[in-house]
Protein backbone atom coordinates (compact mmCIF):
# COMPACT_ATOMS: atom_id res chain seq x y z
CA UNK A 1 0.00 0.00 0.00
CA UNK A 2 1.13 3.86 -0.71
CA UNK A 3 -1.78 5.15 1.71
CA UNK A 4 -3.56 4.51 4.30
CA UNK A 5 -6.95 3.12 1.58
CA UNK A 6 -7.67 3.50 -1.68
CA UNK A 7 -10.49 2.41 -3.83
CA UNK A 8 -9.28 0.88 -7.01
CA UNK A 9 -11.58 1.35 -10.18
CA UNK A 10 -11.31 -1.55 -12.87
CA UNK A 11 -12.33 0.13 -15.72
CA UNK A 12 -12.28 -2.79 -17.71
CA UNK A 13 -15.11 -4.41 -15.44
CA UNK A 14 -17.18 -0.58 -16.42
CA UNK A 15 -16.70 -1.35 -20.27
CA UNK A 16 -17.66 -5.22 -20.11
CA UNK A 17 -21.46 -3.88 -17.60
CA UNK A 18 -21.75 -1.18 -20.45
CA UNK A 19 -21.27 -4.17 -23.15
CA UNK A 20 -23.65 -6.49 -21.75
CA UNK A 21 -26.34 -4.21 -21.64
CA UNK A 22 -29.03 -3.16 -24.09
CA UNK A 23 -28.13 -0.81 -26.32
CA UNK A 24 -28.77 2.42 -27.07
CA UNK A 25 -27.33 2.86 -23.52
CA UNK A 26 -26.92 6.27 -21.38
CA UNK A 27 -24.57 5.33 -18.90
CA UNK A 28 -25.70 7.39 -16.01
CA UNK A 29 -22.70 9.23 -13.96
CA UNK A 30 -23.76 11.37 -11.61
CA UNK A 31 -22.59 11.38 -8.13
CA UNK A 32 -19.03 11.30 -9.14
CA UNK A 33 -20.11 8.53 -11.09
CA UNK A 34 -21.80 6.80 -8.13
CA UNK A 35 -18.57 7.14 -5.48
CA UNK A 36 -16.32 5.51 -8.84
CA UNK A 37 -14.65 8.99 -9.92
CA UNK A 38 -16.72 10.26 -13.31
CA UNK A 39 -13.06 11.12 -14.34
CA UNK A 40 -12.27 7.49 -14.63
CA UNK A 41 -15.78 5.93 -15.64
CA UNK A 42 -17.08 8.28 -18.81
CA UNK A 43 -14.11 6.96 -21.04
CA UNK A 44 -14.67 3.58 -19.66
CA UNK A 45 -18.25 3.50 -20.10
CA UNK A 46 -18.51 5.04 -23.71
CA UNK A 47 -15.83 2.45 -24.60
CA UNK A 48 -18.34 -0.52 -23.77
CA UNK A 49 -21.11 1.41 -26.15
CA UNK A 50 -22.64 4.04 -24.26
CA UNK A 51 -23.79 6.58 -26.31
CA UNK A 52 -24.90 9.02 -24.14
CA UNK A 53 -24.06 10.28 -20.56
CA UNK A 54 -26.57 11.34 -17.60
CA UNK A 55 -26.07 13.14 -14.44
CA UNK A 56 -28.42 14.80 -11.72
CA UNK A 57 -26.74 18.46 -12.12
CA UNK A 58 -25.85 21.04 -14.31
CA UNK A 59 -22.30 21.50 -12.23
CA UNK A 60 -21.75 17.74 -12.97
CA UNK A 61 -22.56 18.82 -17.08
CA UNK A 62 -20.04 21.15 -17.20
CA UNK A 63 -17.76 18.85 -15.59
CA UNK A 64 -18.33 16.02 -18.11
CA UNK A 65 -18.28 18.05 -20.79
CA UNK A 66 -14.77 18.75 -20.16
CA UNK A 67 -13.70 15.17 -19.93
CA UNK A 68 -16.31 14.56 -22.78
CA UNK A 69 -16.31 16.85 -26.05
CA UNK A 70 -19.14 15.29 -28.50
CA UNK A 71 -21.17 12.96 -26.35
CA UNK A 72 -24.82 14.18 -25.75
CA UNK A 73 -25.18 14.54 -22.04
CA UNK A 74 -28.66 14.88 -20.35
CA UNK A 75 -29.24 16.67 -16.85
CA UNK A 76 -31.93 14.62 -15.47
CA UNK A 77 -32.44 17.02 -12.04
CA UNK A 78 -34.53 20.37 -11.61
CA UNK A 79 -31.91 22.87 -12.23
CA UNK A 80 -32.43 26.70 -10.71
CA UNK A 81 -32.45 29.65 -13.40
CA UNK A 82 -28.39 29.79 -13.12
CA UNK A 83 -28.10 26.28 -13.03
CA UNK A 84 -29.86 26.62 -16.53
CA UNK A 85 -27.16 28.42 -18.00
CA UNK A 86 -24.68 26.47 -16.99
CA UNK A 87 -26.18 23.35 -18.29
CA UNK A 88 -27.30 25.01 -21.59
CA UNK A 89 -23.28 26.20 -21.68
CA UNK A 90 -22.24 22.69 -21.73
CA UNK A 91 -24.29 21.88 -24.23
CA UNK A 92 -26.42 19.44 -22.45
CA UNK A 93 -30.36 18.14 -23.04
CA UNK A 94 -32.27 19.33 -19.84
CA UNK A 95 -35.70 17.25 -18.72
CA UNK A 96 -38.71 19.32 -18.62
CA UNK A 97 -41.78 19.11 -16.40
CA UNK A 98 -42.73 23.23 -16.98
CA UNK A 99 -43.35 26.11 -19.79
CA UNK A 100 -40.38 27.57 -18.40
CA UNK A 101 -37.67 25.32 -18.91
CA UNK A 102 -39.11 24.09 -21.87
CA UNK A 103 -38.86 27.57 -23.60
CA UNK A 104 -36.02 28.66 -21.93
CA UNK A 105 -33.76 25.37 -22.94
CA UNK A 106 -32.91 24.48 -26.41
CA UNK A 107 -33.29 21.11 -26.29
CA UNK A 108 -35.14 19.40 -23.50
CA UNK A 109 -36.82 15.70 -22.79
CA UNK A 110 -40.22 16.86 -21.60
CA UNK A 111 -41.06 14.08 -18.64
CA UNK A 112 -43.88 11.94 -17.82
CA UNK A 113 -44.65 11.35 -13.75
CA UNK A 114 -46.26 7.82 -14.21
CA UNK A 115 -45.76 7.18 -10.27
CA UNK A 116 -42.37 8.05 -9.37
CA UNK A 117 -44.02 11.37 -7.71
CA UNK A 118 -41.40 13.50 -7.58
CA UNK A 119 -40.20 14.90 -10.60
CA UNK A 120 -41.79 15.24 -14.20
CA UNK A 121 -45.78 16.39 -14.53
CA UNK A 122 -48.56 14.44 -13.70
CA UNK A 123 -50.56 16.56 -15.70
CA UNK A 124 -50.99 15.06 -19.15
CA UNK A 125 -52.50 18.25 -20.76
CA UNK A 126 -48.99 20.10 -19.60
CA UNK A 127 -46.90 16.92 -20.94
CA UNK A 128 -48.60 17.25 -24.11
CA UNK A 129 -48.18 20.04 -24.48
CA UNK A 130 -44.79 20.51 -23.89
CA UNK A 131 -44.02 17.44 -25.73
CA UNK A 132 -45.45 19.28 -28.91
CA UNK A 133 -42.73 21.99 -28.65
CA UNK A 134 -40.30 22.26 -31.05
CA UNK A 135 -37.57 22.44 -28.50
CA UNK A 136 -38.80 18.93 -27.49
CA UNK A 137 -35.78 16.12 -28.54
CA UNK A 138 -37.25 13.70 -25.60
CA UNK A 139 -39.92 12.02 -23.92
CA UNK A 140 -39.33 9.84 -20.55
CA UNK A 141 -40.20 8.76 -17.19
CA UNK A 142 -38.82 7.37 -14.21
CA UNK A 143 -39.74 3.76 -12.33
CA UNK A 144 -40.14 3.43 -8.72
CA UNK A 145 -40.27 -0.08 -8.06
CA UNK A 146 -38.51 -1.74 -11.08
CA UNK A 147 -36.05 -3.41 -8.56
CA UNK A 148 -38.95 -4.60 -7.18
CA UNK A 149 -39.85 -7.95 -9.38
CA UNK A 150 -43.74 -8.87 -8.75
CA UNK A 151 -44.94 -5.20 -7.82
CA UNK A 152 -47.98 -4.04 -9.65
CA UNK A 153 -46.62 -0.06 -10.33
CA UNK A 154 -43.89 -1.10 -12.67
CA UNK A 155 -46.53 -2.64 -15.11
CA UNK A 156 -48.78 0.69 -14.51
CA UNK A 157 -46.13 2.98 -15.17
CA UNK A 158 -45.10 1.42 -18.67
CA UNK A 159 -48.35 1.12 -19.92
CA UNK A 160 -48.99 5.04 -19.01
CA UNK A 161 -45.88 5.63 -20.42
CA UNK A 162 -46.64 3.75 -23.59
CA UNK A 163 -50.38 5.53 -23.92
CA UNK A 164 -48.54 9.23 -23.64
CA UNK A 165 -46.11 7.91 -26.03
CA UNK A 166 -48.48 6.69 -28.78
CA UNK A 167 -50.97 10.09 -28.25
CA UNK A 168 -47.50 12.62 -28.48
CA UNK A 169 -47.68 10.75 -31.85
CA UNK A 170 -44.31 12.25 -32.76
CA UNK A 171 -41.52 9.66 -34.24
CA UNK A 172 -38.55 12.18 -34.21
CA UNK A 173 -38.52 12.14 -30.61
CA UNK A 174 -35.55 9.99 -28.39
CA UNK A 175 -38.18 7.98 -25.49
CA UNK A 176 -36.31 6.65 -22.98
CA UNK A 177 -37.48 5.08 -19.13
CA UNK A 178 -36.03 2.40 -18.50
CA UNK A 179 -33.03 2.24 -14.97
CA UNK A 180 -30.91 -0.30 -14.85
CA UNK A 181 -33.39 -2.78 -12.82
CA UNK A 182 -35.71 -2.46 -15.32
CA UNK A 183 -33.24 -2.60 -18.53
CA UNK A 184 -32.41 -6.04 -16.69
CA UNK A 185 -35.91 -7.12 -16.17
CA UNK A 186 -38.09 -6.12 -19.12
CA UNK A 187 -37.49 -5.69 -22.73
CA UNK A 188 -40.36 -3.96 -22.72
CA UNK A 189 -39.20 -1.02 -21.16
CA UNK A 190 -36.23 -0.15 -23.51
CA UNK A 191 -38.26 1.92 -26.32
CA UNK A 192 -34.99 3.72 -27.84
CA UNK A 193 -32.63 4.19 -25.25
CA UNK A 194 -31.95 2.73 -21.40
CA UNK A 195 -30.53 4.64 -18.72
CA UNK A 196 -28.06 2.69 -16.31
CA UNK A 197 -26.18 3.60 -13.98
CA UNK A 198 -26.02 0.91 -11.06
CA UNK A 199 -25.81 -1.80 -13.08
CA UNK A 200 -22.35 -0.02 -15.36
CA UNK A 201 -20.73 0.06 -11.63
CA UNK A 202 -21.38 -4.05 -11.67
CA UNK A 203 -23.83 -3.73 -8.27
CA UNK A 204 -27.01 -5.38 -8.66
CA UNK A 205 -29.98 -2.99 -8.68
CA UNK A 206 -31.93 -6.00 -7.05
CA UNK A 207 -29.54 -6.08 -4.24
CA UNK A 208 -28.27 -9.53 -4.60
CA UNK A 209 -25.28 -10.76 -6.91
CA UNK A 210 -24.26 -9.09 -9.60
CA UNK A 211 -22.82 -12.38 -11.47
CA UNK A 212 -26.38 -13.28 -11.64
CA UNK A 213 -26.63 -10.71 -14.57
CA UNK A 214 -23.10 -11.08 -15.69
CA UNK A 215 -22.44 -8.23 -13.85
CA UNK A 216 -18.49 -7.16 -12.15
CA UNK A 217 -17.84 -4.22 -9.53
CA UNK A 218 -16.26 -2.32 -10.61
CA UNK A 219 -15.02 -0.66 -7.01
CA UNK A 220 -12.56 -2.33 -4.51
CA UNK A 221 -11.39 -0.74 -1.21
CA UNK A 222 -8.14 -1.40 0.21
CA UNK A 223 -6.54 -0.36 3.02
CA UNK A 224 -3.58 -2.05 5.51
CA UNK A 225 -2.90 -3.23 8.77
CA UNK A 226 -0.95 -0.71 10.93
CA UNK A 227 -0.71 -2.00 14.32
CA UNK A 228 -1.15 -5.49 15.89
CA UNK A 229 -1.82 -6.25 19.57
CA UNK A 230 -3.30 -8.65 22.00
CA UNK A 231 -6.31 -7.50 24.16
CA UNK A 232 -6.44 -10.18 27.26
CA UNK A 233 -9.98 -10.91 28.44
CA UNK A 234 -12.21 -7.97 29.68
CA UNK A 235 -9.76 -5.69 27.54
CA UNK A 236 -12.04 -3.55 25.33
CA UNK A 237 -11.03 -1.72 21.77
CA UNK A 238 -12.20 1.34 20.60
CA UNK A 239 -14.59 4.25 21.59
CA UNK A 240 -17.91 3.57 24.19
CA UNK A 241 -15.49 0.12 24.83
CA UNK A 242 -18.06 -1.32 22.07
CA UNK A 243 -16.15 -4.97 22.39
CA UNK A 244 -14.67 -6.73 25.40
CA UNK A 245 -12.25 -10.01 24.65
CA UNK A 246 -13.29 -13.24 26.25
CA UNK A 247 -10.29 -14.65 25.23
CA UNK A 248 -6.88 -12.98 24.90
CA UNK A 249 -7.58 -11.85 21.25
CA UNK A 250 -5.35 -10.08 18.38
CA UNK A 251 -6.67 -7.50 16.83
CA UNK A 252 -5.52 -5.78 13.51
CA UNK A 253 -5.99 -1.89 13.65
CA UNK A 254 -6.58 -0.78 10.06
CA UNK A 255 -6.59 3.04 9.28
CA UNK A 256 -10.34 3.91 7.67
CA UNK A 257 -13.24 5.02 8.88
CA UNK A 258 -16.25 7.49 9.13
CA UNK A 259 -14.47 10.07 7.48
CA UNK A 260 -13.77 7.80 4.40
CA UNK A 261 -17.16 6.83 4.59
CA UNK A 262 -16.69 4.03 6.14
CA UNK A 263 -19.97 4.30 8.16
CA UNK A 264 -19.90 4.10 11.88
CA UNK A 265 -23.19 2.06 11.05
CA UNK A 266 -20.82 -1.19 11.00
CA UNK A 267 -19.66 -1.09 13.77
CA UNK A 268 -19.25 -4.43 15.49
CA UNK A 269 -21.01 -5.34 12.38
CA UNK A 270 -18.94 -6.36 8.66
CA UNK A 271 -16.18 -8.33 7.90
CA UNK A 272 -13.17 -7.72 6.21
CA UNK A 273 -10.62 -9.87 3.87
CA UNK A 274 -6.73 -9.69 5.42
CA UNK A 275 -4.75 -12.91 3.58
CA UNK A 276 -7.95 -13.97 1.58
CA UNK A 277 -9.62 -14.93 4.88
CA UNK A 278 -12.68 -13.12 6.52
CA UNK A 279 -12.06 -11.45 9.85
CA UNK A 280 -14.88 -9.92 12.27
CA UNK A 281 -15.39 -5.81 12.42
CA UNK A 282 -14.90 -5.39 16.20
CA UNK A 283 -15.91 -2.26 18.13
CA UNK A 284 -17.09 0.96 17.08
CA UNK A 285 -16.17 2.41 13.65
CA UNK A 286 -13.82 6.10 14.79
CA UNK A 287 -13.26 8.84 12.33
CA UNK A 288 -10.12 7.51 10.88
CA UNK A 289 -9.82 3.74 11.95
CA UNK A 290 -11.20 0.11 12.25
CA UNK A 291 -10.28 -2.44 14.50
CA UNK A 292 -10.63 -6.05 13.23
CA UNK A 293 -10.68 -9.39 15.61
CA UNK A 294 -7.83 -12.12 14.16
CA UNK A 295 -8.59 -14.78 16.51
CA UNK A 296 -6.18 -16.14 19.37
CA UNK A 297 -3.05 -15.87 16.77
CA UNK A 298 -1.45 -13.00 15.37
CA UNK A 299 -2.73 -14.15 11.85
CA UNK A 300 -1.58 -10.71 10.40
CA UNK A 301 1.33 -8.82 10.33
CA UNK A 302 1.84 -4.80 9.88
CA UNK A 303 1.63 -3.99 6.39
CA UNK A 304 -0.65 -6.88 5.31
CA UNK A 305 -3.13 -5.55 3.16
CA UNK A 306 -6.90 -5.43 4.00
CA UNK A 307 -9.92 -5.59 1.67
CA UNK A 308 -13.11 -4.16 2.97
CA UNK A 309 -14.96 -4.51 -0.67
CA UNK A 310 -14.01 -6.63 -2.89
CA UNK A 311 -12.19 -9.82 -3.62
CA UNK A 312 -9.11 -11.51 -2.02
CA UNK A 313 -7.79 -14.66 -2.48
CA UNK A 314 -10.86 -17.06 -2.96
CA UNK A 315 -13.02 -14.67 -0.89
CA UNK A 316 -15.08 -11.80 -1.40
CA UNK A 317 -17.23 -9.05 0.02
CA UNK A 318 -20.04 -7.38 -2.18
CA UNK A 319 -20.93 -3.65 -1.69
CA UNK A 320 -24.68 -5.52 -1.25
CA UNK A 321 -23.65 -7.50 1.59
CA UNK A 322 -22.21 -3.97 3.18
CA UNK A 323 -25.64 -2.28 2.47
CA UNK A 324 -27.66 -4.81 4.11
CA UNK A 325 -25.57 -4.70 7.49
CA UNK A 326 -26.59 -1.15 7.26
CA UNK A 327 -30.00 -1.44 6.45
CA UNK A 328 -29.45 0.94 3.25
CA UNK A 329 -28.25 0.11 -0.35
CA UNK A 330 -25.20 -0.83 -2.66
CA UNK A 331 -25.78 2.86 -4.47
CA UNK A 332 -25.20 4.31 -0.90
CA UNK A 333 -22.20 2.36 -0.51
CA UNK A 334 -20.16 3.61 -3.02
CA UNK A 335 -21.55 6.70 -3.45
CA UNK A 336 -21.00 7.02 0.07
CA UNK A 337 -17.26 6.81 0.04
CA UNK A 338 -15.81 10.34 0.90
CA UNK A 339 -13.08 12.06 -1.22
CA UNK A 340 -10.39 11.55 1.26
CA UNK A 341 -10.36 8.07 -0.46
CA UNK A 342 -8.30 8.11 -3.68
CA UNK A 343 -9.94 6.31 -6.30
CA UNK A 344 -6.99 4.96 -8.49
CA UNK A 345 -7.65 3.48 -12.16
CA UNK A 346 -6.76 -0.34 -12.72
CA UNK A 347 -7.56 -2.85 -15.45
C1 LIG B 1 -34.08 9.68 -13.89
C2 LIG B 1 -33.09 8.58 -13.65
N1 LIG B 1 -32.87 7.69 -14.63
C3 LIG B 1 -32.01 6.67 -14.48
C4 LIG B 1 -31.29 6.51 -13.29
C5 LIG B 1 -30.34 5.35 -13.15
O1 LIG B 1 -30.82 4.46 -12.17
P1 LIG B 1 -30.01 3.11 -11.82
O2 LIG B 1 -28.77 3.55 -11.15
O3 LIG B 1 -30.93 2.39 -10.91
O4 LIG B 1 -29.77 2.41 -13.10
C6 LIG B 1 -31.49 7.42 -12.26
C7 LIG B 1 -30.77 7.25 -11.00
O5 LIG B 1 -31.24 7.40 -9.94
C8 LIG B 1 -32.41 8.49 -12.45
O6 LIG B 1 -32.63 9.38 -11.47
Not at 152 to 166: I, K, N, P, S, Y
Not at 264 to 269: C, G, M, P, Q, S
Request: some cysteine.
Amino acid sequence: MTERAVARIDVGAVERNCARLPKPLCAVVKADAYGHGVELVAEAALAGGATWLAVATAAEAAELRRLAADVPILVMGAVTRDELRVAMEAGADLVAWSEEVAEAAPRVHVKLDTGMGRLGTRDRDLALRLAAGANTVGLMTHFATADEPGDELFGAQLDEFRRFVAEVGRDDLLVHAANSAAALRDPASHFDMVRCGVAIYGLDPFQSDPAEHGLEPALSLHSWVASVRCIEPGGTVGYGRRWRAEAPTWVATVPVGYGDGWRRALTNDCDVLIGGRRYPLVGAVSMDNVTVALGAEPAAAVGDEVVLLGAQGGERILAEEVARRMSTINYEVTTGLLPRIRREQVR
